[in-house]
Structure formats: structure tokens, C-alpha cells
């Protein structure tokens, strides 16, 4: 997917931050981990321009069909990406503010926390 940034009538308040932070451009780092990232930060940005068309369609009392349509297909867009990067272990967790999505966590391998578990275990032993 295309960095949205680059594009005429980008509008940088509907794209979510990376982990709390801006987001790098894909010019700055060749990580194909950072490029995943930041296919998921533009299907995001994608979902958010789409909500607010619905919003203004819904403002204005127009017919919402075709606002809706494309909300799904960025949706399906992004369950596409979810699935493509699930092989890497890559999972992002949007966060909603005010109805847009301002940030994404994302999990991936070696960033979990080591999950610690204790088994107990109780015999019974008659003696012979």
C-alpha cells in the first residue's frame, strides 16, 4: 500500500500515530517490519477518511449507501492486511479517540512479555 502521506488532500489529523509517536516514512527506514507497520497505519488512515465521509453524508442528510460501501471496502482491506502479516506475527491494536483511530500498537515477536506458569501437582502414595 501506498504511504497516503504523499498524496494531494492528505489530511494528516485522520493519520493514526505509530505507538504513540509519528510515524516515520518508509524513505527513512528499510525495516520490512516498518513497512508492515506502515501498511496498516495507511489502511487505518483509509478507514478514518471513510468514517468521516459517512459522518458528513449523515450531516447532510444525504443518501449514506455509498459512504458505507467504502467504509466496508476499507475494512475488508485491512482484515487483508491482518491476515497477510498474522504469518509474521504482527498484530495491531487500534486505539479509537473521538471516533477516529489516533493510534496503533502493534504486537509482534519479541515484544511480548514472557508469560510465567506454575503447575502444582498432588499425588496420593499408600504405603505398601
Known amino acids: ?3 497516503p502521506r ?3 488532500g492528505f489530511r494528516p489529523e485522520l493519520y493514526p500515530r505509530l505507538e504513540g509517536a509519528p510515524a516515520p516514512t518508509a524513505a527513512q527506514d528499510t525495516n520490512p517490519a516498518l513497512a508492515r507497520k ?3 497505519l495507511a489502511a487505518y488512515y483509509q478507514i478514518n477518511l471513510c468514517y468521516q465521509r459517512l459522518l458528513a453524508a449523515r450531516k447532510a442528510g444525504t443518501d449514506e449507501r455509498s459512504a458505507l460501501q467504502e467504509l466496508e471496502k476499507a475494512l475488508l482491506a485491512r482484515d487483508r492486511l491482518d491476515d497477510e ?3 509474521y ?3 495491531s491494536s487500534p486505539e479509537v479517540v473521538n471516533g477516529i483511530i489516533a493510534n496503533v500498537k502493534f504486537t509482534a515477536p519479541g515484544k511480548t512479555e ?3 506458569s506454575a503447575i502444582s501437582m498432588c499425588f496420593a502414595v499408600t504405603p505398601p
Request: hydrophobic share 60%; aromatic share 16%.
Open 114 to 116: 514472557p508469560r510465567f
Open 89 to 91: 506475527g504482527l498484530v
Open 85 to 87: 502479516f498474522a504469518v
Open 38 to 40: 506502515l501498511a496498516v
Open 6 to 8: 504523499t498524496f494531494p
Open 1 to 3: 500500500m501506498t504511504d
